[in-house]
Nanobody
């Protein structure tokens, strides 16, 4: 039903910035809570950030708080993750995820029903 496509990944120097976008289709975007997760090879998928269906609340992992910012644009059916002051430890495949009527406080990947294909972010030292 819901299809998610990430874009904006790439190679960036340490201290640089990237802006990831997630475009949603096949559902009612304004009722979807959106999350970002990341996964490095051999590691578990970890929570990065989330925004509630209403946009009223956001949640960030401690490791990215103050550096990353999540926003949604319901008119464009997109959610964006602005990543600043990037570090090599941020290197991972970043995934967009969605669930209907969700909040932002639940950081568990298992609560999200829909997932994008991922986009690679590589931060060089």
């Amino acid at each position: 039903q819901v299809q998610l496509v990430e874009s904006g990944g790439g190679l960036v120097q340490s201290g640089g910035s990237l802006r990831l976008s997630c475009a949603a289709s096949g559902g009612t975007f304004s009722t979807l809570a959106m999350g970002w997760f990341r996964q490095a090879p051999g590691k578990e998928r970890e929570f990065v950030a989330a925004i509630s269906w209403s946009g009223a609340s956001t949640n960030y992992a401690d490791s990215v708080k103050g550096r990353f910012s999540l926003s949604r644009d319901n008119a464009k059916n997109t959610v964006s993750l602005q990543m600043n002051s990037l570090k090599p430890v941020d290197t991972a495949v970043y995934y967009c995820a969605a669930r209907y009527w969700g909040g932002s406080s639940d950081a568990r990947a298992g609560v999200y029903k829909y997932w994008g294909q991922g986009t690679q972010v590589t931060v060089s030292s």
